[in-house]
Nanobody, 118 residues
Framework: QVQLVESGGGLVQAGDSLTLSCAAS??????MGWFRQPPAKEREFVAA?????????YYAEFAKGRFTISRDNAKNTGWLQMNSLKPEDTAVYYC????????????WGQGTQVTVSS
């Protein structure tokens, strides 16, 4: 089992920055991802980072240049730094963990609400 706890969400204004944290515990995993679900929309991929041996990162097109994913293995914590936030970034943000040699993400956090006002 992997336990994931997100924090850092809140209400901000357009153009502001916000950093989300995801504290992980339990068994090891290979990748941490961030997803979001805007109101009345499907959940979508935001960014991902390899957890060990590599720091390779992946971003959705809308996140490139504005969002930065990072991790600290010693703290077993990942972050999603979001800059120049827009109202369309309003969503519940989830972190997720993918186990080695599995397809998809196996464990999910409870989510944290990010609301961007115009």
């Amino acid at each position: 089992q992997v336990q994931l706890v997100e924090s850092g969400g809140g209400l901000v204004q357009a153009g502001d920055s916000l950093t989300l944290s995801c504290a992980a515990s339990g068994r090891t995993f290979s990748t941490m991802g961030w997803f979001r679900q805007p109101p009345a929309k499907e959940r979508e991929f935001v960014a991902a980072i390899k957890w060990s041996f590599s720091s390779r990162t992946y971003y959705a097109e809308f996140a490139k240049g504005r969002f930065t994913i990072s991790r600290d293995n010693a703290k077993n914590t990942g972050w999603l730094q979001m800059n120049s936030l827009k109202p369309e970034d309003t969503a519940v943000y989830y972190c997720a963990a993918q186990l080695t040699n599995t397809a998809g993400y196996n464990y999910w956090g409870q989510g944290t609400q990010v609301t961007v006002s115009s």
